[in-house]
């Protein structure tokens, strides 16, 4: 299941925790522990944010929309 995980983030698929954890068929808890243990392996790591704004990078969309930008935990493969 960790293979299939980081084939859809890396796919540029879906990265919504929820919406990852109804395709892979299991809970949002277990597609979060599965993303801890892929960052702490070193497969993935969090986009950094822009900070002041959005510096235009293709997650524009996700990050003008939200009023969290800052809490936003958005993943890299």
């Given amino acids: ?3 299939q995980l980081l084939s859809e983030i ?3 698929g879906t990265l919504e925790v929820g919406l990852l954890s109804k395709k892979l068929g299991t809970s949002p808890q277990m597609i979060e522990v599965m993303l801890e243990h892929l960052e702490r ?7 950094e944010t822009c900070g002041d704004g959005c510096g ?9 929309h939200s009023q969290r930008v800052n809490l936003l935990k958005m993943w890299q493969g």
């Fill in 10 to 12: 890396r796919s540029g």
């Fill in 56 to 64: 235009g990078c293709n997650l524009k969309s996700d990050c003008e």
């Fill in 41 to 47: 392996s070193g497969y993935l790591r969090p986009y």
């Fill in 1 to 3: 299941m960790l293979e």
